[in-house]
């Protein structure tokens, strides 16, 4: 069955960084599309990020473009977010998702703090 499993996350203080991977298996994983989507505290999904099978193509929400990176790794079966210049405001439970951001397909998530 798929398999997505989320890690790197933690505190950061403000303008710090953090990597983000997700270790997928149970699917084609170089036949797939692959995104970050998050959930802050009492607010609903928000698509983050997303990467095409070939690795090329990327889109990223407007709150984080300049500042975070997506990449893949179908090698490895893995998808990366290097996340930069954090902000407070990026604080929530981060999930990595098969397709796009909104798919159901997906991770447990793991959880960015960003102080102040």
């Known amino acids: 069955q798929v398999q997505l499993v989320e890690s790197g996350g933690g505190l950061a203080q403000s303008g710090g960084s953090l990597t983000l991977s997700c270790a997928a298996s149970?699917?084609?994983?170089?036949?797939?599309?692959m995104s970050w989507a998050r959930q802050a505290p009492g607010k609903g999904l928000e698509g983050v990020s997303g990467i095409y099978s070939n690795g090329k193509d990327t889109y990223y929400a407007d709150s984080v473009k300049g500042r975070f990176t997506i990449s893949r790794d179908n090698a490895k079966k893995t998808l990366y977010l290097q996340m930069n210049s954090l902000k407070p405001e990026d604080t929530a439970l981060y999930y990595c998702?098969?397709?796009?951001?909104?798919?159901?397909?997906r991770g447990q998530g793991t959880q960015v703090t960003v102080s102040s």
């Open positions: 998702t098969k397709g796009g951001a909104g798919s159901s397909t």
């Open positions: 149970g699917f084609i994983f170089r036949n797939y599309a």
